[in-house]
């Protein structure tokens, strides 16, 4: 709900815009990334993964950046609308691991 | 459709009467998790099932216990809530992360205050 957006980082775009949201990861040994949209009184919601054996990965109207060398992945969202506002999170996975680890969220405002 | 569906979506209770939010899956889905949410905290994962009788600690595990005795239903069970344990929590399931794949499947969320 929108008590989730409290506290969290904000990017504000107008519609139409490009927008990119980033997330630095904490564990050098993950090897699978992925994001998710939270819109306000939802669950999350998959956008798009990643492997660590790649770099970018695109989807429809987002594209997903790794850079391993300094831990961070990005989300890019092209032709932002109304429709993308919403909380974004990045999830990383630990080698060996089976289970997600979840960043704190971005949240993503998109002006008409 | 498939989905996953908790309930209650909404509960106010009082501190030590037990609780059960049910989860229920109709994915065919071997993994399931439950997670709760937090201002600022992001989700945190209090409980995870690979499959059928066979559960595991997340993060956050004290205070809460879960059963997996079919697979398409993982109820979360607070035998004595304390009011540490407000949040909204989220059921999520998926195909057996073993099989490469970790996409997550989202309930929509209970949101539970204890007082």
């Known amino acids: 709900g929108e008590s989730v957006g409290l506290h969290l980082p904000t990017l504000s775009v107008q519609e139409g815009d490009n927008s990119i949201i980033n997330c630095a990861y904490s564990?050098?040994?993950?090897?699978?990334f992925i994001w998710y949209k939270q819109e306000s009184g939802k669950g999350p919601q998959f956008i798009i993964d990643?492997?660590?054996?790649?770099d970018k990965r695109q989807g429809q109207r987002v594209t997903v950046l790794l850079n391993k060398t300094v831990k961070h992945l990005s989300l890019q969202i092209a032709a932002t609308q109304p429709g993308d506002s919403a909380v974004y999170f990045c999830?990383?996975?630990?080698?060996?691991?089976?289970?997600?680890?979840f960043g704190k969220g971005t949240m993503l405002l998109v002006s008409p | 459709e498939a989905q996953v569906t908790q309930n209650p979506r909404y509960l106010i209770t009082v501190t030590g009467k037990k609780l059960t939010v049910t989860c229920s899956q109709n994915?065919?889905?071997?993994?399931m998790s439950w997670y709760r949410q937090d201002p600022g905290l992001g989700l945190r994962q209090i409980y995870y099932?690979?499959?059928?009788?066979?559960?595991d600690k997340g993060d956050v595990p004290e205070g809460y216990k879960v059963s997996r005795k079919e697979k398409r239903n993982f109820p979360l069970i607070l035998e004595s809530p304390s009011p540490n344990q407000t949040s909204l929590y989220f059921c999520?399931?998926?195909?057996?992360?073993?099989?490469?794949?970790?996409?997550?499947?989202f309930g929509p969320g209970t949101r539970l205050t204890v007082t």
């Open positions: 999520a399931s998926s195909h057996n992360p073993a099989g490469g794949t970790y996409e997550q499947y």
């Open positions: 564990n050098s040994a993950s090897d699978y």
């Open positions: 990643i492997r660590s054996n790649m």
């Open positions: 999830a990383e996975k630990y080698r060996g691991y089976s289970t997600l680890t």
């Open positions: 994915m065919n889905h071997e993994y």
């Open positions: 099932s690979m499959n059928v009788e066979v559960t």
